[in-house]
């Protein structure tokens, strides 16, 4: 993963890794609803109903997987017995390089019938995966986190436009997901609705989708800066 420098592009290339990574989900057919919820200028949510990332023991490293995966550079999400076999994203380099460089996050996953969660802080665990009785997500994955100012700078904030365009976008590309999108009205901008359900029936086929609230496909410099996934 390559986010091209510490300015507002680079700060919103975290939001597009993790959202890559639950679209991954979809991709494998293993998912098909996505949630994007800005929750101030600086703390994002994005969920999947997918499988959710694995918590056995990594053999290796002989932390949870999950733990790994978070952590460690290159751990990847392939290596217990083919379970968890998407093309590359979160839950592989990515999702580890968006921790390092968030203040905080948070992770919660829903997997056979079981809820697990845990903190970080810049790359690092603040706490052992714990097994919870009840959470917010009834299957898959959540993460919520804030990019570190450390890295950021204090003046760059989430720009609503940004992440609602690219939630579009992704929901264009890949027919049948639903993407639900959820933002303070504070934080809006003109044409970006508070909430918004994001389903194209034909994907990429359908041609009267807008990215800037004109017919057509507008906006052409975020759909290609933000359509794209890297591996490595």
């Known amino acids: 993963m390559y986010i091209g420098g510490t300015d507002l592009i680079a700060m919103h290339h975290l939001v597009s890794e993790v959202l890559d990574n639950a679209m991954d989900?979809?991709?494998?057919?293993?998912?098909?609803?996505?949630?994007?919820?800005?929750?101030?200028?600086a703390t994002i949510e994005i969920s999947d109903n997918g499988r959710g990332i694995p918590v056995d023991k990594h053999p290796k490293f002989k932390l949870p997987a999950a733990e790994v995966i978070m952590t460690t550079l290159h751990s990847g999400g392939k290596f217990s017995n083919n379970n968890y076999k998407t093309s590359g994203g979160l839950h592989g380099?990515?999702?580890?390089?968006?921790?390092?460089?968030?203040?905080?996050?948070?992770?919660?996953?829903?997997?056979?019938?079981?809820?697990?969660?845990?903190?970080?802080?810049?790359?690092?665990?603040?706490?052992?995966?714990?097994?919870?009785?009840?959470?917010?997500?009834?299957?898959?994955?959540?993460?919520?986190?804030?990019?570190?100012?450390e890295i950021?700078?204090?003046?760059?904030?989430?720009?609503?436009?940004?992440?609602?365009?690219?939630a579009k976008a992704k929901a264009y590309l890949i027919p049948n997901v639903e993407i639900n999108w959820t933002c303070?009205?504070?934080?809006?901008k003109k044409n970006i609705p508070t909430s918004d359900k994001l389903h194209y029936s034909d994907g990429k086929t359908n041609?009267?989708?807008s990215f800037d609230g004109k017919k057509g496909?507008?906006?052409?410099?975020?759909?290609?800066?933000?359509s794209y996934h890297t591996s490595n």
């Open 25 to 41: 989900e979809v991709v494998a057919g293993h998912a098909d609803k996505v949630d994007v919820k800005l929750i101030d200028n």
């Open 93 to 149: 380099v990515g999702v580890s390089v968006v921790n390092a460089l968030s203040k905080k996050l948070s992770l919660e996953i829903a997997r056979d019938k079981k809820v697990y969660t845990q903190n970080y802080s810049q790359g690092f665990s603040k706490n052992s995966l714990k097994k919870i009785k009840k959470g917010s997500i009834k299957k898959g994955t959540k993460i919520v986190f804030s990019p570190d100012p």
């Open 152 to 166: 950021f700078g204090d003046e760059i904030n989430f720009d609503s436009s940004i992440i609602y365009n690219m």
């Open 184 to 188: 303070p009205k504070s934080l809006t």
């Open 207 to 209: 041609k009267n989708l």
């Open 217 to 226: 496909i507008g906006n052409q410099n975020i759909t290609r800066s933000y």
